[in-house]
């Protein structure tokens, strides 16, 4: 099972990338309010970006 944060982090970057901008509205409200993802972590999520370093 995915961690909520991740899962919300997935469909942000999805929805920026389907320009679907309902989507993103709404992935951006539950990641930060129910899974608790960060700002920072949202924007990063919008550009396909991660804090993580670890090599794939």
Not at 27 to 34: M, Q
Not at 50 to 56: E, G, H
């Amino acid at each position: 099972m995915i961690p909520a944060p991740v899962g919300e982090r997935l469909a942000i970057v999805t929805a920026e990338y389907d320009n679907c901008t309902y989507c993103l509205s709404a992935h951006a409200y539950i990641g930060a309010r129910v899974a608790k993802v960060g700002a920072r972590g949202l924007e990063r999520a919008r550009h396909a970006g991660s804090a993580d370093r670890t090599p794939p």
